[in-house]
């Protein structure tokens, strides 16, 4: 049973840090492609970092210069470093997983993934 454990979150103030991870477990190969995406309420989910089966990294616009995503291939471990937070990055974060194909276009999109977290909320507010 594939299985999603994601670590961190939590309430810091404008320009704090925090760091997410996601650890899968479960799944039958190596090659698998995860990412972080995150949703408020009223809006759709939102890609905001993915790492293909190599590791090689996508990073959406809006968070690139400040977040920063790696993955270790061998234990199947996906971690978000988020610096220099701001309020519009209140939300609630998911990490994904897919082991079927995965596109380098499709990383930061949601219906490219199977396998979904419970989700870690991040509030930024001062």
């Known amino acids: 049973q594939v299985q999603l454990e994601e670590v961190g979150g939590g309430s810091v103030q404008p320009g704090g840090s925090l760091r997410l991870s996601c650890a899968a477990s479960?799944?039958?190969?190596?090659?698998?492609?995860m990412g972080w995406f995150r949703e408020v309420p009223g809006k759709e989910r939102e890609g905001v970092a993915a790492a293909d089966t190599d590791g090689s990294p996508a990073l959406a616009d809006s968070v690139k210069g400040r977040f920063t995503i790696s993955k270790d291939n061998s234990r199947q471990i996906l971690y978000l470093e988020m610096n220099n937070l701001q309020p519009t990055d209140t939300a609630i974060y998911y990490c994904a997983a897919e082991d079927a194909y995965c596109s380098t276009q499709g990383l930061l999109q949601h219906d490219e993934y199977t396998y979904w977290g419970h989700g870690t909320q991040v509030t930024v507010s001062s």
């Open positions: 479960g799944f039958t190969t190596s090659a698998i492609c």
